[in-house]
Structures are given as structure tokens and as C-alpha cells.
């Protein structure tokens, strides 16, 4: 069964530290794996867009690792401020039979920033 | 200034009522999307159109019927509401989601949060 699994589902944290946030997926056959940030009555930002052959990405204070072997990826968030108090989503893309991508998401690991 | 603008942002209705939710991209993309999240915040997709034609169809009721006047739009209709369909509806869209446009982006709307009572 084609899963992406978060962990943990909620987490606390002072402003000015570090997190990581966990993802799992079994989905086959792999495309690309994404995290998205969705604040509040919003709907989902893109935060960084990995394939299979990448094993990091920056973006700003966010940094994403995919590991293709085991099938798992975080998100390190550096320096933490209270406007990145959101939900953080895996979303693994799967290549469809008609060669489309299907994105499958991840119920999010909803962060709280406190000062 | 809005990528992906939805309307209404809030719908309250009742019952057995027909609904329509609108959807509109300025940003020339070829792909756009029906999302559904539900109360435990999983996003699923219910459909896809590639220049207004249906290429992903998630075993949606038929009570849902998407339409696409043109690939700037794609407005969601429901038939005979449900209160197991109250949840928040996301549109959104991508570039060319054929093989070269693998890595494309997904923009998403603000949600429709649609309350069936």
C-alpha cells in the first residue's frame, strides 16, 4: 500500500532551536518527494522538491534529506521563529501508468514555536 | 495578486443541496487539481485535469463532477451534499505534469471549508 507516515504528529519547541521532522513512505514506483509548509487556514507552500538522486536541499533556514534506500526523509528547521509555528507535510510523488505524477500525502507533524 | 484563488472560502449548506466551488490559476499552468482534507488533516486527491482533459480520478463519488471551461479553470460541483462531505477543498496547480515536468511545483488555493449541516 502506497503510505507516507510522519513523525512525531506534534511538536513543541522554543523560539531559536533546532527540530527535525521525520517522514517514511512505501511508495512505489518513486518520483520525487516534496515538503510543503501550511499555516492555519491556508492551503499548502512548497518548501523544497527532492528526485531520487538528491540527498539534500537547502531552503533558507529548512533543510531536507532523502534517503532513496531506506525510504525515509526529515526536515531539519535551524533557528526556529514563531512564524514557523504550521503544519510541515511529506508528500511523495508516484509515477502513474499514464506517466503522471500522483501525490500522496503525509498527515503532517504540526510544529508550535514558542518564545 | 493571487497564483490559485478559490471561491467561496467558507460554505454552509444543507443537506441534500447542490454546491459549486470555483477555481481559477493565473499562472498558465496545464495541470490542475481537486484536493479533499479531511478532519485528520490527510490531503487526498480527488482529480486531475491536464489541459482540460480528466487524467486522474481518485473513486470519487459521482455526486462530484469537475468541469473544466478552460485550463485556467476547473470549478467543482456537488450534487445531493453529504455531512461526510464537510471538509476543506483544495485546488491547485502544476506545469506540465508529463515526464519532463517531473519536479514542477503544486500552487494551492486557500481552501473551501464546506460544512454540510
Known amino acids: 500500500k502506497n503510505q507516507v507516515e510522519q513523525s512525531p504528529q506534534s511538536l513543541i519547541i522554543l523560539e531559536g532551536k533546532n527540530c527535525t521532522l521525520q517522514c517514511n513512505y512505501t511508495v512505489s514506483p518513486f518520483s520525487n518527494l516534496r515538503w510543503y509548509k501550511q499555516d492555519t487556514g491556508r492551503g499548502p507552500v512548497s518548501l523544497t522538491i527532492?528526485?531520487?538522486?538528491?540527498n539534500t536541499k537547502s531552503n533558507g533556514r529548512y533543510t531536507a534529506t532523502l534517503d532513496a534506500d531506506t525510504k525515509q526523509s526529515s526536515l531539519h528547521i535551524t533557528a526556529s521563529q514563531l512564524s514557523d509555528s504550521a503544519s510541515y507535510i511529506c508528500?511523495?510523488?508516484?509515477?502513474?501508468?499514464?506517466?503522471?505524477?500522483?501525490?500522496?500525502f503525509g498527515a503532517g507533524t504540526r510544529l508550535a514555536v514558542h518564545p | 495578486d493571487t497564483a490559485v484563488s478559490q471561491t467561496p472560502k467558507y460554505l454552509v449548506t444543507q443537506m441534500g443541496n447542490d454546491k459549486s466551488i470555483k477555481c481559477e490559476q493565473n499562472l498558465g499552468h496545464d495541470t490542475m487539481y481537486w484536493y479533499k482534507q479531511d478532519s485528520k488533516k490527510f490531503l487526498k486527491i480527488m482529480f486531475s485535469y491536464n489541459n482540460k482533459e480528466l487524467i486522474i480520478n481518485e473513486t470519487v463519488p459521482n455526486r462530484f463532477s469537475p468541469k473544466s471551461p478552460d485550463k485556467a479553470h476547473l470549478n467543482l460541483h456537488i450534487n445531493s451534499l453529504e455531512l461526510g462531505d464537510s471538509a476543506v477543498y483544495f485546488c491547485a496547480s502544476s506545469s506540465d505534469e508529463l515526464s519532463g515536468g517531473r519536479n514542477t511545483e503544486a500552487f494551492f488555493g486557500q481552501g473551501t471549508r464546506l460544512t454540510v449541516v
Open positions: 527532492m528526485t531520487f538522486s538528491e
Open positions: 508528500v511523495v510523488s508516484q509515477l502513474t501508468t499514464g506517466g503522471y505524477n500522483k501525490l500522496i
